[in-house]
């Protein structure tokens, strides 16, 4: 009796499943000989920076499938934007620039035919292209060229540095940066101090490119400071202590992943620890690698001090130093906090963040690096490596 009850539920279970299955490619099979459906209505359209946005109201049809909007943003280059039975909004993107433009909304059937067009005409508000390019600034930095911009908007942007190799109009491409940052700055290094035409544009995801930016400029001399001549320097009120055989020097070692510095989580917040450099420098920059592990996050420094001395107060205190700069942490995805692209991890970890020292600093032997925050919040500071660039006085 039991096998009987058994066959019989399973058997139950089975034809209810392949009639729900019937039912549900029922439902999905297109009548090839309904009508279009019929058009949204009460269309607005709402400009934005490089687009706008579509609302309607969707038309009572049980044909209809999803509706569409084709626009063409640059000559001969269309983009489509679909937006399904479930949703009143469309999104177009991609212009580059403010000049009127025309899009049409179709409403498609299931059986894949179109209404007829609702033509619409709006002006996009300034892209982020060229927002963004109006506060480019271009200038020589040590070693190299350095520009600024801000990019209000967010958009996804890729700044482009090209040189005048030849002094013939020979143009060649010198570095790409790339950032949806709010407000952004990079430098191209490695250059020499003499003077060269340099030229800076942008161009976005959809390949619209701004003008571009030429000047005339000298990188500013500098060398690279060779580490062997630094050594720890233990103050009272300083942070020398460390977690394992994560010791300070590990911070000039020239080595990374694992080779870091390391500070125990119970010390307190402010720390500085100070190291002697063995020769006076004036530091024109200076690069701060990220531990590989928590690139922008955890007990990586966010915002800290550098402070330069020629004689440091022997009880610890602060009399004989002077602060050459507060730096914070950049990201150049602009993303917030536990997330981070394949460029922030080249920036913080592989290339290093780049800190520029303003005006004309000192020279200075000894230097104090003060952590005001991390990433976490918390008491322990890692930093992986410190390297400088500059001029050695003696």
């Known amino acids: 009796m039991k096998k009987l009850i058994y066959l019989f539920t399973t058997c139950l279970l089975i034809s209810m499943g392949y009639g729900c299955s019937k039912e549900e490619k029922i439902g999905l099979i297109a009548d090839p000989k309904a009508p279009a459906p019929a058009q949204v209505s009460d269309v607005k359209i709402k400009s ?3 687009g706008a946005i579509v609302t309607y109201k969707i038309p009572v049809d049980p044909n209809l499938s999803y509706v569409k909007a084709v626009y063409e943003i640059q000559p001969g ?19 580059g620039d403010v000049q009127e433009r025309e899009v049409k909304i179709y409403s498609v059937g299931k059986n894949q035919k179109e209404s007829e067009p ?7 508000l300034t892209p982020p292209i060229l927002s963004a ?6 200038g020589p930095t040590f070693g190299g060229v350095r520009l ?9 942007l890729t700044i482009k540095v090209i040189v005048d190799s030849t002094g013939l109009n020979t143009w060649a491409p010198l570095n790409a940066f790339y950032t949806s940052a709010s407000k952004a700055y990079f430098a191209t290094r490695g250059l020499k101090a003499v003077e060269k035409r340099f030229g800076v544009y942008l161009e976005d995801r959809w390949n619209n490119r701004s003008d571009t930016l030429i000047s005339n400029l000298t990188p500013l001399l500098e060398e690279l400071i060779t580490k ?20 300070m020097p590990r911070v000039w070692d020239g080595k990374f992943q694992y080779n870091i510095f390391a500070t125990p989580h119970t010390s307190p917040m402010p720390q500085w620890f100070t190291f002697d450099m063995g ?6 920059r200076f690069k701060e690698f990220q531990y590989h592990e928590s690139p922008y996050n955890g007990s990586s420094v966010k915002k800290f001090e550098l402070w330069g001395s020629n004689n440091p107060d022997a009880d ?7 602060l050459l700069g507060t730096f914070n942490s950049f990201k150049p995805s602009g993303r917030p906090q536990g997330s981070h692209t394949q460029d922030d991890v080249n920036y913080a970890i592989s290339n290093g963040e780049d800190f520029e020292i303003n005006g004309t600093p000192p020279a200075v032997r000894y230097l104090r690096f003060k952590t005001l925050e991390t990433f976490s919040g918390g008491k322990q500071v890692v930093i992986t490596e410190l390297t400088f660039w500059g001029q050695v006085v003696q």
């Open 48 to 50: 934005n920076p490089g």
């Open 77 to 95: 280059v269309f983009r489509e934007a679909k937006s399904s039975i479930y949703t009143d909004t469309l999104s177009l993107v991609g212009y």
């Open 118 to 124: 609702l033509t619409l005409k709006f002006t996009p």
């Open 133 to 138: 390019f109006e506060t480019l600034t271009v």
């Open 148 to 156: 600024n911009l801000e990019n209000i908007a967010q958009g996804n």
């Open 228 to 247: 062997d001549t630094f050594k720890e320097v233990k103050l009272p009120g300083d942070t020398y202590q460390f977690v394992e055989s994560y010791s």
């Open 279 to 284: 020769k006076k420098v004036v530091i024109s």
């Open 316 to 322: 610890g205190g602060w009399n004989n130093w002077e």
